[in-house]
């Protein structure tokens, strides 16, 4: 079975081109979906602080109605104070007093903690949000680009592989099987030039009977990944 190996070499490189193309192609997508899974991932976080800020406001609200009511508690004992009829009861109200002084303290603390927290997280919204606008803008750039190279990708994509039928029809009807199985096996590392004394696929060695056999046109496989070996043009005989 004899092929020649300016044939071998035409398929191959057709082959390695169809090869990029095909994975631009799906690297599109997937470059997209990365650009929509960051952008989801930065709007939940923003999402959540929203709620974290309402969530703390709220909180701080009812604190404040707390410390407002037990400012009033406190008034009306020294109301109660000034009225006492024992000193026993004032004794008693004077020790509520500086319970209920000493609650709205640490409630008072609370309240400016929380203040200060809210504060806080609303900073981080404002940058949240300006995260999820450049991650929005980024997504609908990248969707554009997407869109724009998967039409010259497929045009690309479309003339290759019609010539790549037509170059296939260069090859012996007897070898057409074998060279389809490879090529379905191993798509466009179907083949691979000899490099110096070696398989230019996986550098296994090859013997001086292979390499003979490729000097007559012979259909040659690397023993090793069973690639479709091919003399490179500067070692086809007859090059000068």
Known sequence: MLVAAAILRKLHRIHQQLGDLRERLARGPKQLKARETNLARLDSELTQLKNDVKAARVGADQKQLLLRSGEGKIADLRAKLNAANSNREYQALKDQIAADEMANSVLAD????????????????????????????????????????????????QRLEAELKESEKELPGDFQDAYQRVVKSKGSDAMAPVEGENCGGCFQVITANMFNSLLMNKVVYCGNCGRLLYLPEDRTPGHS
């Open 110 to 157: 609370e309240i400016l903690e929380a203040l200060e927290k809210i504060d806080e997280n609303q900073k981080l919204v404002v940058e949240a949000d300006q995260n999820v606008a450049k991650a929005k803008e980024e997504a609908a750039k990248t969707q554009q680009h997407v869109r724009e190279q998967e039409g010259l990708l497929a045009g690309d994509i």
